[in-house]
């Protein structure tokens, strides 16, 4: 899978190192791209929301989403969850009080369970396991 297919696609599935590789990276260049437009804007307008820079960081913001939407759902399907539920973790992240349990729930989850052996519903093993159990192996 290439990572044009990684980062815009809803399609497939993610290892655990693809979706910590592509989520801090996302990160970093949200960080990057923040403290250029925040040094940039001071003459601009600053954090006044009819500003030209804050239009630009809010767009820039948004673009950003589909990406992180993109992995979290391929590493969901890696898990054999349906894309829904990153959905679901990114909302009730929000949600006061609840939201850090259901952020944790979503964090060993996603990044730190091991996906689905062998296919499953949404598609190929990442890893090239194929559907040939343990016992068969060593049998």
């Avoid at 992995?71 to 009080?97: F, N, Q, T």
């Avoid at 730190?112 to 090239?128: H, V, W």
């Amino acid at each position: 899978m290439t990572w044009q297919n990684k980062l815009f696609s809803f399609q497939g599935r993610v290892t655990r190192k693809d979706y910590w590789l592509y989520h801090l990276g996302l990160i970093l260049g949200i960080v990057a791209l923040s403290i250029g437009i925040g040094l940039v804007s001071t003459g601009l307008g600053g954090r006044d929301p009819e500003s030209p820079a804050f239009v630009v960081a809010a767009v820039a913001f948004l673009i950003c989403l589909w990406p992180f939407w993109a992995v979290g759902v391929k590493r969901c399907h890696d898990r054999g969850k349906s894309g829904w539920w990153y959905l679901g973790w990114s909302v009730g992240g929000a949600i006061p009080y609840v939201g850090f349990l259901i952020s944790l729930w979503a964090l060993v989850e996603l990044g730190f369970l091991d996906g689905t052996q062998g296919a499953n519903e949404y598609g190929p093993s990442p890893k090239g396991i194929g559907d040939t159990q343990v016992a068969d192996v060593f049998s």
